[in-house]
């Protein structure tokens, strides 16, 4: 059964700051890994997909790496803004294209 | 742009009633996905359909059953209500290709309290 980590639990910065949101997963038999976004209460938000063929994706500030053989996945976020504060959520997509999602990183950034 | 619609967006039911949740994915997505996500929980994958068949299920209580209807959009039926089915529920759909998979985009959800 896969599982999905994702570590830490909650960060903190300050503004402006560059911060790295790490995600593993135990089965690399992946087609796809999927980062989202999602506010208190709300929604979640695709971020960015990454092919299972793909080594990273990137949009904006928003920059995703995929290593499938060590199970392992980055979302690098440059110039960190207050509006970024939110929980970010790691989803490894199988062949059934059912997402098994990790359990999320709280990001605050601080004015 | 179009997003997944879901309805109601929020829901009050007592235990022991029936309760239908709805999902209108997004126009030309041929595929709908449900999930459950209990407070301070990730989601869950509970049911999928592609093109109106089931696709995959996952940790669906029996007491839950879905359909995907011919227009696409999809509805969650919930028999025999918990305390444990307050959850937010969402339906997310993607547009699958050949040989690959998209991006899965998610409704807004509907939050069920059950009392």
């Known amino acids: 059964k896969q599982e999905v980590t994702q570590i830490p639990a909650a960060l903190s910065v300050p503004e402006g700051e560059n911060l790295v949101l790490n995600c593993s997963f135990t089965d690399s038999a992946i087609y796809n890994l999927q980062w989202f976004r999602q506010d208190p209460g709300k929604g979640l938000t695709s971020l960015l997909l990454?092919?299972?063929?793909?080594r990273e994706q990137t949009s904006g500030r928003l920059n995703a790496s995929l290593d499938k053989s060590s199970g392992r996945s980055t979302l690098y976020i440059a110039a960190s803004q207050p509006g970024d504060s939110a929980t970010y959520l790691c989803?490894?997509?199988?062949?059934?294209?059912?997402?098994?999602f990790g359990k999320g990183t709280k990001l605050s950034v601080i004015p | 742009a179009a997003g997944v619609i879901q309805s109601p967006r929020h829901l009050i039911k007592e235990k022991r009633e029936t309760a239908t949740l709805k999902c209108y994915p997004i126009?030309?997505?041929?595929?709908v996905y449900w999930y459950q996500q209990g407070p301070g929980q990730d989601p869950q994958f509970l049911i999928s359909?592609?093109?109106?068949?089931?696709?995959d299920k996952g940790s669906i209580p029996d007491r839950f059953s879905a359909q995907q209807f011919s227009d696409y959009h999809s509805e969650l039926n919930m028999s025999s209500l918990e305390l444990g089915d307050s959850a937010l529920y969402f339906c997310?759909?993607?547009?699958?290709?050949?040989?690959?998979?998209?991006?899965?985009?998610f409704g807004p959800g509907t939050r069920l309290t059950v009392l």
């Open positions: 989803a490894v997509g199988r062949g059934s294209y059912q997402l098994t």
């Open positions: 990454i092919q299972s063929s793909q």
């Open positions: 997310a759909s993607s547009a699958r290709t050949s040989g690959a998979t998209d991006t899965q985009y």
């Open positions: 126009p030309r997505h041929d595929t």
């Open positions: 359909f592609y093109e109106k068949m089931q696709s």
